[in-house]
T-cell receptor, first 119, second 116 residues
């Protein structure tokens, strides 16, 4: 089945350390990929997205992600985390059907990775 | 970003009660969505609407119904609430007309629902 997998349910890093959150997708066509962040008690905020072109995508809050087709991955990175980055992070893939005029598009989410920051 | 609002933000109800969750957006996006979030499961799509006259079931539509009253409003109803519908519910919007196939969904703040 087509899916998005975030292998790490929970990650803890120290403030100032680098971060990499993993995301793998399984879909035959070119994926449209997103990373969202959900801070405690908040909705989902878009961090960045990849549709085509440069495989290294810059987002808000100092985050970046790299699309690697050979590894079916779209990992999220940040060189130095801040305590305010503690949140849950979701990777998502927009499934699209180009042969339909409306496009039966569906945003499929991974299970999420909860990030804890140690002071 | 789309300005997406959801009401109420929190709701406690009893088993068997009918409740409605409301979603409004002010950016003129044509597509709207309802998701539920359960711990460890990410977000699952309940219903989606491509325009006022086009409503589609998502992957977990049983026990829910929706109404697209206007382009800007999309309501989710639980006709007879049950405890396993306790979850965080999100509304989202996207604009198909501008982006074609490369759509970005923008989310509301969520409604936390507890069914006793």
């Amino acid at each position: 089945a087509q899916s998005v997998t975030q292998p790490d349910i929970h990650i803890t890093v120290s403030e100032g350390a680098s971060l990499e959150l993993r995301c793998n997708y399984s879909y035959g066509a070119t994926p449209y990929l997103f990373w969202y962040v959900q801070s405690p008690g908040q909705g989902l905020q878009l961090l960045l997205k990849y549709f085509s072109g440069d495989t290294l995508v810059q987002g808000i809050k100092g985050f970046e992600a790299e699309f690697k087709r050979s590894q079916s991955s779209f990992n999220l990175r940040k060189p130095s985390v801040h305590w305010s980055d503690a949140a849950e992070y979701f990777c998502a893939d927009l499934r699209h059907k180009s042969d339909q005029s409306q496009g039966a598009q569906k945003l499929v989410f991974g299970q999420g990775t909860r990030l804890t920051i140690n002071p | 970003d789309a300005d997406v609002t959801q009401t109420p933000r929190n709701r406690i109800t009893k088993t068997g009660k009918r409740i409605m969750l409301e979603c409004s957006q002010t950016k003129g996006h044509d597509r709207m969505y309802w998701y539920r979030q359960d711990p460890g499961l990410g977000l699952q799509l309940i219903y989606y609407s491509f325009d006022v006259k086009d409503i589609n079931k998502g992957e977990i539509s049983d026990g829910y119904s929706v109404s697209r009253q206007a382009q800007a409003k999309f309501s989710l109803s639980l006709e007879s609430a049950i405890p396993n519908q306790t979850a965080l519910y999100f509304c989202a919007t996207s604009d198909h007309r501008l982006a074609g196939g490369q759509e970005t969904q923008y989310f509301g703040p969520g409604t936390r629902l507890l069914v006793l």
